[in-house]
C-alpha cells in the first residue's frame, strides 16, 4: 500500500478524477459528494495547507482517499499535540462548515484499516482526528481495528436524532410522537393559525432559493442577537460559502430550502441537504416568539417532514443535535462520534486519566443531583436500609 499527497489547488483535475471515481463505488453522505466538496474546496483561501491523501495498492489501483488538513491543536491549554484533521483543514475559522457523516471514501474491495493509513500518514504527527464519524459507516467500523502501537479515544458522542419517513406514510406523524410532544405540535398549529393559515413554502429554483435562504439568515442572527450570541452567518466566509453552494446545486436537487407562514407572517425557515432519500437538516431561522406556548421549530420541523414524506423521501435527519425538541420529533436515533487516533504518548494518557476522572466526578454529581429530586420519604427509606 503506498499514500500520494495531491494538493487540491495545484493538482485539481487529478484531486477530482479520484474522488469521482471512488465516489461512484464508496457510500458516502452529502458532505463528501463532489458537489460539496467542490464547492469547498473553491471557498478555501489560497494557500490552505490541504491534501487529499491517496492510497494505491501494488498494481496502482485506488484503495482509499480523504483530505488531510494539519493543525497544532491545544486542549484544556495544557495538552499540545501536531494533527492532521480528516476532511478538515486545521483551521477552526474554515471548519466551522462543521462535517458531520465523515469518512473515507473506500473502495470496498479493498483490505484497508485505519492503522495502515496511520503508517504512511507523513510528518511528526501525533493525533489523527475524526470527526462526526457514524459507527456503522464504513470508516466507523475501522475503529474498531486499530492496532497497537495506536489507541483510538472516543472524544465525544452525540445522537443523532431522525424521523422514518416511510412510517409517516402509513401513519400520521404526530401518531409517532409521544402524547406531550403532540399535544403541543398541534396547539402551535391552533396559535398561529389565529394569525392566518399556516402554509409552507419550498423553493423551486435557485433565486426562490437564495431569497428564502437571505431571510433564513435575517431571523438566525436576530434570535442569536437577542440572547447575547453571534450566531453561525456573522463568519463571512460560512454565508459566502452557503450562498455559494445553494446557486451551484440547487439546480441538482440536492438543497431544499422551505419557509413556514402563518398568514403573511414568516415563523421560520429551514435549510437542507438531500442526498439519496436522506434530507439532511442543516440551518434554520426562526421568528422571536415571547410567548413560550409558541414553538416555531415545532411547527417548521413537522411541515418539513410531511413535505419530504410527501415527496417520497426515505429519512429526515436533524443531525448530530442535544436539543430536545429534535430529540422528541424523531421516531428513531443513532449516533455519532469524534474520535482521536493517537501515537503512544505519555501526555496522552495522562489526559486520559485526568478525563476518565472527571468523567466519574460528572457521573457521581448527576447520581446525587437526581438524588436529592426524589421525594423526602423515599431517601429516607434508602437511608434506613
Not at 7 to 35: C, I, K, M, N
Amino acid at each position: 500500500m503506498e499514500l500520494e499527497l495531491l494538493d487540491p489547488q495545484q493538482d485539481r483535475a487529478a484531486v477530482a478524477a479520484v474522488w469521482r471515481a471512488l465516489a461512484e463505488v464508496s457510500p458516502h453522505s452529502y458532505f463528501l459528494s463532489w458537489g460539496f466538496v467542490e464547492t469547498w474546496l473553491d471557498s478555501l483561501p489560497r494557500g490552505t495547507d490541504l491534501r487529499l491523501a491517496v492510497l494505491r495498492e501494488r498494481g496502482a489501483a485506488t484503495a482509499a482517499a480523504a483530505f488531510l488538513g494539519r493543525s497544532r491543536v491545544v486542549r484544556q491549554k495544557l495538552f499540545r499535540s501536531e494533527a492532521w484533521l480528516l476532511n478538515q483543514t486545521g483551521s477552526r475559522a474554515l471548519d466551522q462548515l462543521y462535517i458531520e457523516d465523515n469518512g473515507l471514501l473506500l473502495d470496498p474491495r479493498a483490505n484497508l484499516t485505519l492503522t495502515d493509513l496511520a503508517e504512511r500518514l507523513p510528518g511528526n504527527w501525533e493525533e489523527l482526528y475524526l470527526s462526526g464519524i457514524d459507527p456503522r459507516s464504513a470508516t466507523g467500523a475501522m475503529l474498531d481495528g486499530v492496532r497497537p502501537p495506536y489507541q483510538v479515544l472516543i472524544a465525544n458522542r452525540i445522537p443523532a436524532p431522525y424521523v422514518d419517513l416511510a412510517a409517516t406514510r402509513n401513519k400520521d406523524y404526530l401518531a409517532l410522537v409521544s402524547a406531550n410532544t403532540r399535544a403541543q405540535i398541534r396547539r402551535c398549529y391552533k396559535l398561529y393559525g389565529e394569525r392566518g393559515p399556516v402554509r409552507r413554502e419550498v423553493a423551486e429554483d435557485a433565486a426562490s432559493a437564495l431569497e428564502i435562504y437571505g431571510e433564513l439568515v435575517e431571523l438566525h442572527q436576530g434570535w442569536w442577537r437577542r440572547r447575547g450570541g453571534r450566531g453561525a452567518f456573522a463568519s463571512p466566509y460560512f454565508d459566502a460559502f452557503h450562498r455559494s453552494l445553494i446557486a451551484r446545486r440547487f439546480a441538482a436537487g440536492e438543497i431544499q430550502l422551505l419557509r413556514v407562514r402563518a398568514g403573511a407572517e414568516t415563523i421560520g425557515c429551514l435549510y437542507s441537504f438531500v442526498w439519496k432519500g436522506t434530507v439532511s437538516f442543516y440551518q434554520s431561522g426562526f421568528r422571536w416568539e415571547d410567548d413560550n406556548r409558541l414553538k416555531p421549530g415545532f411547527l417548521c420541523h413537522t411541515e418539513a417532514v410531511r413535505h419530504n414524506a410527501e415527496r417520497g423521501h426515505a429519512v429526515y435527519d436533524f443531525m448530530a443535535s442535544f436539543d430536545e425538541y429534535k430529540l422528541r420529533m424523531a421516531t428513531h436515533r443513532r449516533e455519532l462520534v469524534w474520535a482521536r487516533l493517537q501515537k503512544p504518548r505519555l501526555k496522552f494518557a495522562v489526559e486520559r486519566m485526568m478525563r476518565s476522572g472527571a468523567l466519574r466526578a460528572m457521573e457521581h454529581y448527576r447520581r446525587w443531583k437526581s438524588g436529592r429530586k426524589r421525594p423526602a420519604r423515599a431517601r429516607a427509606a434508602e437511608m434506613a436500609c
